[in-house]
């Protein structure tokens, strides 16, 4: 054996040859190279190296990196929920159960959780749809945010991360070959866990544009344009819906559901709705609609025969716990057969995080206002939410103020998403430099401002329009600007 540079070991056989690798750039599965994740490339990989130039008292015309380019409530300075973390707590410790520190209902809670674990410890494997008293809790708060439309527990599956559940379905979802293969339907812009996931599984992105002149809603007519123009080429069956909007922050209205549920009804598609952000809603003509209970209302007719997988998570509205991986999934009208094909599928990776599962539980049965912890947790919850709703109308305030870009209301979710319009020496500069205009653009904010946001280019849009999303959870406090604080003041934007 000899030792080759980067201290990997390279076999060498007796005739001399040194042994070649067996998986290689040209060996690699080609669908992981289609994969693309822009929420942490290149733009923040840079940033990662402008941060350790900082570090080791490198000058730059600015002090520090401001991180706008994913949705971290923690890492952005936003404190944990104290009854969630309470809970998790007892959990994880449950000599803790004996403490006087700890609240009556949160150690209730905690008994309970534990009483569904194997051995009374969130450190063995649950079920691999969850543990079944925290789905019976997400059935039960389900049923209370619907107004009474009914949720059958059996039909809860626990996941890590809204994002493990959205997979799972497009798993099952994907077959076929040439025309006959599964087109999934996505919003453009979007929210790149679609497209990579549809990269990897193999599938046909079919893309349909929000109207951003319409405050980035979606309409029905384009739905149709999209799903017969991808029929010539693919077998469209899934359509997938972020409501409230990543990257583009709208809310969509009780008739626009309505609407595209009356399309998957006539298209016969199933639908997939990510609610993640259904606590994000800001503007006061807005109102979050559940796809569940829209249905519902619309009748029997499509209430018992539309497919609808719905997402939610630990890691946004008002705890912001990412870092759990929490969240789970509600699915109606699925073929009872491939619902034990589900279960098959969840079986293999054993269960999701039970930690992150009892997190998932707190959200869905929070204090009520007969419990010691309500008080507290109604003003934590409440400051969250209101703080989140006066950085949106700053953010659209200010991002709208400034020359050469132009921002929509910023209804919910996290996010804005402006349009920068860039002069045509510029674009040209890019492409002689092999990039995309707005990547450009996002380079150059980040080298002069320390700002880091993702080019819109990595979520889709329109042709010969440019964008970035930006993330305003890192305003600290009100007083905090997006395009430069104390530590920016001499840099250009």
């Known amino acids: 054996e000899t030792l080759s540079s980067g201290d990997e070991r390279t076999a060498r056989p007796r005739n001399g040859k040194a042994r070649e690798k067996t998986l290689t750039m040209e060996t690699l599965n080609p669908q992981v190279k289609a994969v693309e994740y822009a929420v942490r490339g290149p733009i923040v990989i840079k940033a990662g190296e402008i941060e350790r130039i900082l570090q080791e008292g490198g000058k730059k015309p600015f002090t520090e990196v401001i991180k706008a380019n994913i949705g971290d409530a923690h890492a952005m300075g936003q404190q944990p929920i104290t009854f969630l973390r309470q809970v998790v707590a007892l959990c994880t410790f449950p ?9 009556e209902d949160a150690k209730r809670r905690a008994q309970r959780i534990l009483q569904g674990c194997g051995g009374r410890s969130l450190g063995s494997y649950s079920a691999s749809q969850g543990v079944d008293c925290i789905r019976q809790d997400i059935a039960a708060y389900i ?10 527990w059996e039909n809860i599956f626990l996941t890590t991360g809204a994002s493990d559940g959205i997979v799972s379905i497009l798993r099952l979802l994907v077959s076929g070959e040439g ?8 919003p453009i812009p979007q ?24 405050c980035w809603a979606l309409d029905v007519h384009e739905l149709h344009r999209a799903y017969q123009a991808a029929k010539q080429h693919c077998q469209p069956r899934v359509l997938c819906i ?19 549920l009356h399309f ?7 639908v997939m709705a990510d609610e993640v952000y259904q606590e994000n809603v800001y503007a006061p003509d807005c109102e979050f609609h559940s796809f569940k209970k829209v249905l519902y209302e619309m009748g029997p007719e499509y209430f018992n025969s539309v497919e609808l997988a719905s997402f939610h998570s630990t890691s946004k509205g008002y705890t912001g716990e990412c870092g759990f991986r929490g969240g789970f999934m509600e699915i109606v009208n699925l073929d009872p057969e491939v619902k034990a094909q ?17 997190a998932m539980d707190v959200i869905v049965n929070p204090p009520q206002p007969d419990e010691p912890s309500f008080a507290q947790f109604h003003k934590e919850k409440a400051s969250v939410l209101g703080a989140l709703a006066d950085k949106a109308k700053l953010t659209e305030q200010i991002l709208s103020a400034v020359p050469g870009i132009k921002c929509n209301p910023v209804q919910g979710a996290m996010y804005a998403f402006p349009q920068i319009f860039i002069p045509p020496r510029a674009v040209e500069e890019a492409k002689a430099l092999g990039m995309q205009p707005d990547m450009l653009y996002c380079l150059r904010l980040l080298e002069e401002t320390g700002i880091c946001v993702v080019p819109g280019s990595g979520f889709g849009q329109r042709e010969g329009t440019y964008h970035f999303r930006y993330v305003y959870l890192n305003f600290l406090d009100g007083s905090r600007m997006i395009l430069g604080s104390s530590s920016h003041s001499n840099a250009k934007v």
């Open 179 to 186: 025309r006959a293969r599964t087109g999934v339907m996505i």
């Open 342 to 358: 589900l279960v098959k599928l969840l079986s293999v990776r054993l269960c999701p995080p039970v930690a992150g599962q009892a």
């Open 95 to 103: 000599e803790l159960l004996d403490s006087p520190s700890f609240p």
């Open 191 to 214: 929210y790149p866990l679609y497209s990579a996931a549809i990269a990897e599984l193999g599938a046909v992105q079919v893309n349909y544009y929000l109207d951003e002149d319409n």
């Open 242 to 260: 972020i409501n409230p909007g990543n990257p583009t922050g709208q809310v969509q209205s009780k008739k626009c559901i309505e609407d595209v």
């Open 264 to 270: 998957a009804y006539e298209e016969n598609l199933f």
């Open 143 to 152: 049923e209370q945010r619907d107004q009474g439309v009914p949720s059958n």
